[in-house]
């Protein structure tokens, strides 16, 4: 089992920025960060390989948004930048053996708790 811890979440200012970070219990999984705001579908954020050499993001964070990780620390980082109130949600950390990494949610075995991210405008 695969137990994933998310911190970071927080209120900002629009514009400021905030850093997510995702301690895993293993680290051969390719990672995502996912989001969810009220009454909206949870949708994909950004992701990363298991070696971390292929990112994906979704278009309305590209630029403003990075994903990394630390295979020795096992643990997954997505730096928000930039931040608008539409950004507020709840954002999931999640694992998927799919190792190339993916965008699709349904690929993805192992979620965090989530963390909550609100910007105010």
């Known amino acids: 089992q695969v137990q994933l811890a998310e911190a970071g979440g927080g209120l900002v200012q629009a514009g400021g920025s905030l850093r997510l970070s995702c301690v895993a219990s293993v680290s051969s999984y390719a990672m995502g960060w996912f989001r969810q705001a009220p009454g909206k579908e949870r949708e994909f954020v950004a992701g990363i390989s298991w070696r971390g050499s292929r990112t994906y993001y979704v278009d309305s964070v590209k630029g403003r948004f990075t994903i990394s990780r630390d295979n020795a620390k096992n643990t997954v980082y997505l730096q928000m930048l930039s931040l608008k109130p539409e950004d507020t949600a709840v954002y999931y950390c999640?694992?998927?053996?799919?190792?190339?990494?993916?965008?699709?949610?349904?690929?993805?075995?192992?979620w965090g708790q989530g963390t909550q991210v609100t910007v105010s405008s």
């Open positions: 999640a694992a998927t053996t799919v190792l190339i990494g993916t965008d699709l949610l349904d690929k993805y075995d192992y």
